[in-house]
T-cell receptor, first 113, second 110 residues
């Protein structure tokens, strides 16, 4: 089935460590997105990419990095510079047309040990 | 992208229609209205979207006012499984980013 796969579902990080969250899609979508969600709140955009080898900062990019080497993959690295990384992280993708909705993965929940 | 305003929470009786409002008074002419819902600890699920005309699919109906400054999502016969947070966003997808607010928590009661 076509869809978006995020892994792992749960992730634990020690203080000072970088961690990478995986996002893969087989929908042949051009654009991919990373959001952060804190308890009881909406989604905030971290980074997005409209084409391979190009990406833009969203509203809360500090302490995060991404790459887009392949159309299917958009990994997110939470660096040690992100002082409050505990959150629910959601990846989405869409076609690069103005009326196309985003399709979301099931998320990764990151916690600090 | 235009900002949206939604009520924080709403209740609905099972089997009745749920009408969820959204204000988007600063929407621009090329922006679509999208509705998503999120069940606890899952990724948001796309429901419906529209530009000017009212839209209907197997999940819901979307009513957009003539001036496009507000819209209403209608779930015609709400079930307990429709209990979720509903997000209204306005976006021109190929402009890049979309902005999600805090949404409306809909609770369907038996």
């Amino acid at each position: 089935d076509g869809g978006i796969t995020q892994s792992p579902k749960y992730l634990f990080r020690k203080e000072g460590q970088n961690v990478t969250l995986s996002c893969e899609q087989n929908l042949n979508h051009d654009a991919m997105y990373w959001y952060r969600q804190d308890p009881g709140q909406g989604l905030r955009l971290i980074y997005y990419s409209q084409i391979v080898n190009d990406f833009q900062k969203g509203d809360i990019a500090e302490g995060y990095s991404v790459s887009r080497e392949k159309k299917e993959s958009f990994p997110l690295t939470v660096t040690s510079a992100q002082k409050n990384p505990t959150a629910f992280y959601l990846c989405a993708s869409s076609m690069f047309q103005r009326d196309q909705p985003q399709h979301f993965g099931d998320g990764t929940r990151l916690s600090i040990l | 992208d235009a900002k949206t305003t939604q009520p924080t929470s709403m209740d609905c009786a099972e089997g009745r229609a749920a009408n969820l409002p959204c204000n988007h008074s600063t929407i621009s002419g090329n922006e679509y209205v999208y509705w998503y819902r999120q069940i606890h600890s899952q990724g948001p699920q796309y429901i419906i979207h529209g530009l000017k005309n009212n839209e209907t699919n197997e999940m819901a109906s979307l009513i957009i006012t003539e001036d496009r400054k507000s819209s209403t999502l209608i779930l015609p016969h709400a079930t307990l499984r429709d209990t979720a947070v509903y997000y209204c966003i306005v976006s021109n997808t190929n402009a890049g980013k979309s902005t999600f607010g805090d949404g409306t928590t809909l609770t369907v009661k038996p």
